[in-house]
């Protein structure tokens, strides 16, 4: 399985950008999928994720302001950021499960800054 994300960019504090990521390869049953980040100097964390049927779940600092879905037909995760603050400059990394294995994106960059 290879991700391919792409969406990142310079933005503005208050601004929206959207990050897709993209599954390919043998694909049978993409069981999770999520992005995480990764802030210089500290830890990945789970930004967002969305099971294959289930309830999503967000960081708090992200709860209103960030979407994610999914469009199963085309094995891709989609995050809606919304209200973007300088403190979620980061780079963003989608992740999926698939037949228990994870599978990481090559990372792309998110910068707020005015």
């Known amino acids: 399985v290879q991700l391919q994300a792409s969406g990142g960019g310079l933005v503005q504090p208050g601004g929206s950008l959207r990050l897709s990521c993209a599954a390919s390869?043998?694909?049978?049953?993409?069981?999770?999928m999520g992005w995480y980040r990764q802030a210089p100097g500290k830890q990945r964390e789970l930004v967002a994720a969305i099971p294959s049927g289930g309830i999503t779940n967000y960081l708090d600092s992200v709860k209103g302001r960030f979407t994610i879905s999914r469009d199963n037909a085309k094995n891709t995760v989609y995050l809606q950021m919304n209200s973007l603050k300088p403190e979620d400059t980061a780079v963003y990394y989608c992740n999926v499960v698939h037949m228990l294995r994870s599978y990481w994106g090559q990372g792309t960059q998110v910068t707020v800054s005015s």
């Open positions: 390869g043998s694909i049978f049953s993409i069981n999770l």
